[in-house]
């Protein structure tokens, strides 16, 4: 048995990632090796990664996409701060957006060699918990309302991927999923009640593949940063998606940039809400009520 545990993910990036994972097992093997378990339906990921410790495993890769390492964390995340593995990342997802963050290589190949050869990197998790007691951990970013439908509309979208995919999913939600939703939002220094666009938080900077939606976030600070948008127009939205794709929309008068280590959100009405690219709450789940934490420096990565 290795101490290295390897978390594949077949159906990552679409589908794509079985050439890609073969093509790094010699390498790996050459290297010092490691014990490969392959995830056969959603969270299998978490449920392997969660026993990592009591098999002797000092190292869990996530080998896919930020879903892969979203699993692979909430896995983590179940095991006692001292016993807890260090986190290896292989990105050979679509988005990737995590692994950017942290500084993983882009190259598989050099990512491979990181992890037996790289350093590790203390970096924060978020946690969320709805108000029907629900919670789950988030490593890169959770949105709330407009960025969610963005996120559902996704999976309707079959023959792009990454950034295009995210891009034509926004563009259809500004045409047919326009709506503010009346809500309290309690942060560190404040209060806001207003009806809202989107509230996103990020540990990380970047999601759906390149939009910078906290270009402020750096991902071991010990804080969430979040955006929020009031009501706008659908034009103003429009002019605004540029800005979000290079992170200069804090220089917008409409979108306001914060930071935080604890947010809590009651709404009026059902929150589509995603993490990681996870969905967390469709609007039929009906949640009104939210709350986000962050967990400073819980994990180790192999960079």
Same mark, same amino acid.
């Given at each position: ?8 993910? /077949? ?32 969270? !299998? ?11 002797? #495993? ?6 896919? @996409? ?8 909430? @896995? ?8 807890? /593995? ?21 190259? /598989? ?45 996704? =999976? ?9 995919? #995210? ?38 900077? =970047? ?8 270009? @402020?976030?750096?991902?071991? &600070? ?8 009031? !009501? ?17 929309? @804090?220089?917008? /008068? &409409? ?49």
């Amino acid at each position: 048995m290795h101490t290295t545990q390897l978390i594949f993910n /077949p159906m990552a990036d679409h589908g794509r990632s079985g050439q890609k994972a073969s093509d790094l097992r010699a390498m790996i093997d050459e290297l010092g090796g490691a014990d490969w378990h392959g995830t056969e339906y959603p969270a !299998h990921a978490t449920a392997i990664a969660a026993q990592a410790a009591d098999k002797g #495993y000092t190292i869990v890769v996530a080998l896919g @996409g930020d879903g892969t390492v979203h699993e692979v964390i909430n @896995g983590l995340m179940q095991i006692e701060a001292a016993r807890r /593995p260090r986190l290896g990342i292989v990105a050979i997802g679509s988005g990737n957006d995590f692994a950017h963050a942290v500084g993983i290589a882009t190259n /598989p190949q050099e990512a491979v060699r990181r992890l037996f050869n790289g350093v590790a990197r203390r970096v924060d998790v978020g946690r969320i918990t709805d108000g029907l007691g629900r919670s789950e951990y988030f490593n890169n970013t959770a949105g709330v309302g407009f960025d969610a439908s963005i996120n559902i509309r996704t =999976r309707t979208i079959r023959r792009l991927h990454g950034f295009l995919m #995210y891009l034509t999913a926004t563009l259809q939600s500004i045409a047919l999923n326009f709506d503010p939703i009346p809500m309290r939002v309690t942060y560190d220094e404040g209060e806001i009640n207003a009806p809202i666009m989107m509230v996103a938080l990020g540990n990380g900077a =970047r999601e759906g593949g390149g939009f910078v939606i906290t270009p @402020g976030a750096q991902i071991d &600070d010990g804080v969430l940063d979040f955006v929020y948008i009031e !009501h706008v127009t659908q034009f103003r939205m429009l002019q605004l998606l540029p800005m979000f794709m290079q992170g200069t929309q @804090g220089q917008a /008068p &409409d979108v306001k940039l914060r930071r935080t280590t604890h947010l809590h959100i009651v709404a009026e009405r059902a929150l589509p809400i995603h993490i990681d690219g996870e969905l967390f709450a469709p609007y039929e789940a009906n949640v009104r009520e939210v709350d986000f934490v962050i967990f400073p420096r819980a994990v180790e990565v192999m960079v």
